[in-house]
């Protein structure tokens, strides 16, 4: 079945960086436009930035724009967000999204807790 | 940006008793191709989102069709015919049509009085 399967989470200074891996399965990766999306603790839900089919286009939210990149392979099936320069704020937990207008398959996401 | 703006932001329901949801636009959600994408997901508490709306009226598989969508240009709603014990969480409605960024409202949580 279609799954995205987020790891990769875990606990991070202030200043600190870490790398977010989704597996794609069930469904043909590499033709889908592919989102990150994040939720605070308590908050509601937060677009965090976004890579087309092949890689060729990227856009960031304001928020973590120049500190967030994201990126694709495409022979791995597997989606990433490389976050530096975390601060408190990026404390949520982190959800991978297929589709550019649709946003239909959500992975179950991975926590992300920016802490000294 | 696109601003999404959900009422109410807590809706308190009798089980068995029809529920609304409204969700307003900055500006026009129809995009050039025709289309308008606005989406409708419900989260459970402590689940993921899951879909059960997409371009504002078309129903997901195995959504119950309790669920229905409407709306056009900036004023869309959710409506619950009769809510059930399972439709306690949150949902959200996200725009598709002027991106980036994609935006979300902020989300109306359901309970069961």
């Known amino acids: 079945q279609v799954q995205l399967v987020e790891s990769g989470g875990g606990v991070v200074q202030p200043g600190g960086s870490l790398r977010l891996p989704c597996a794609a399965s069930?469904?043909?990766?590499?033709?889908?436009?592919m989102h990150w999306v994040r939720q605070a603790p308590g908050k509601g839900l937060e677009w965090v930035a976004y890579?087309?089919?092949?890689?060729?286009?990227?856009y960031y939210a304001d928020s973590v724009k120049g500190r967030f990149t994201i990126s694709r392979d495409n022979s791995k099936n597997t989606l990433y967000l490389q976050m530096n320069s975390l601060r408190a704020e990026d404390t949520a937990v982190y959800y991978c999204v297929r589709g550019m207008y649709y946003m239909d398959v959500w992975g179950k996401g991975t926590t992300v807790t920016v802490s000294s | 940006d696109v601003v999404m703006t959900q009422s109410p932001l807590s809706l308190p329901v009798t089980l068995g008793q029809p529920a609304s949801i409204s969700c307003t636009s900055s500006q026009s959600l129809v995009h050039s191709d025709g289309n308008t994408y606005l989406h409708w997901f419900q989260q459970r508490p402590g689940q993921s989102p899951r879909r059960l709306i997409y371009k504002v009226s078309n129903r997901d598989s195995g959504v119950p069709d309790r669920f229905s969508g409407s709306g056009s240009g900036t004023d869309f709603t959710l409506k619950i015919s009769r809510v059930e014990a399972e439709d306690v969480g949150v949902y959200y409605c996200i725009q598709g049509t002027h991106w980036p960024p994609w935006t979300f409202g902020q989300g109306t949580k359901v309970e069961i009085k």
């Open positions: 069930g469904f043909t990766f590499s033709t889908y436009g």
């Open positions: 890579i087309g089919y092949d890689g060729g286009n990227k």
